[in-house]
């Protein structure tokens, strides 16, 4: 089967950095990516990795390490807007279907 | 460009009944793929249609129907609806092309009492 891990909750103030990981186990892997899901709304797709690295787009930055399964999501000069559901997606190889992780709910304080 | 449009965005059933899902995904796209979520347990997958044929398919019960026309509408169907079908159902469209890029509508929020 597929499982990806993130953490389930997530508290960062306001101006601050904060970096949601995401481990997966699959069976095929083709790329990360990541979604915001604000609470009522639709998510919206933020970042894409298919190859090693680092991959910056604003304030949002997304890293995957292929050998160690792993990624994370940086969000930089957290605004209280950035409070939302954060998802990490697997997709596997060729036309196959995203697999979600289960979020993590960040809480941006002031 | 027009976004991802699901209707009805809200709707209440009984235990039992059936109900269908409609999805009009971004013009152009020829994917579209369900999803069923539920608090605390993320996107759980239901299927995906591509050029009007069923491409993928999770593991949901034969209950969870779905199909494409050839305008690329897609609707989905649940029969013999359980309390445990209550969710936000929600539906993804894409070029079909594995960029890991899904555009999703703000989805159905089914209530079965």
């Known amino acids: 089967g597929q499982s990806l891990e993130q953490p389930s909750e997530v508290t960062a103030v306001e101006g601050a950095i904060v970096q949601i990981n995401c481990t997966y186990q699959t069976s095929g892997f083709y790329g990360l990516s990541w979604y915001q899901q604000h609470d009522g709304g639709a998510p919206t797709f933020l970042s894409y990795?298919?190859?090693?690295g680092l991959e910056e787009t604003g304030r949002f930055s997304s890293f995957l390490s292929r050998s160690d399964s792993y990624g994370y999501l940086l969000l930089q000069e957290l605004q209280m807007k950035d409070s939302a559901s954060y998802f990490c997606?697997?997709?596997?190889?060729?036309?196959?279907?995203?697999?979600f992780g289960k979020g993590t709910r960040l809480s941006v304080i002031a | 460009k027009a976004g991802v449009t699901q209707t009805p965005r809200y709707l209440i059933k009984t235990r039992g009944q059936q109900v269908t899902l409609s999805c009009s995904p971004i013009?152009?796209?020829?994917?579209v793929s369900w999803y069923q979520q539920t608090p605390g347990q993320g996107l759980q997958f239901l299927f995906e249609?591509?050029?009007?044929?069923?491409?993928n398919k999770g593991n949901f019960p034969g209950r969870f129907s779905g199909r494409q026309f050839s305008n690329s509408r897609s609707e989905m169907n649940v029969s013999t609806l359980e309390l445990g079908d209550s969710a936000l159902y929600l539906c993804?469209?894409?070029?079909?092309?594995?960029?890991?890029?899904?555009?999703f509508g703000e989805g159905s929020r089914l209530t079965v009492l």
């Open positions: 990795n298919a190859l090693d």
């Open positions: 997606a697997v997709s596997l190889s060729g036309n196959t279907p995203l697999v």
């Open positions: 993804a469209s894409s070029k079909g092309t594995n960029t890991g890029e899904l555009f």
């Open positions: 249609y591509f050029s009007e044929t069923q491409r």
């Open positions: 013009s152009g796209h020829r994917s």
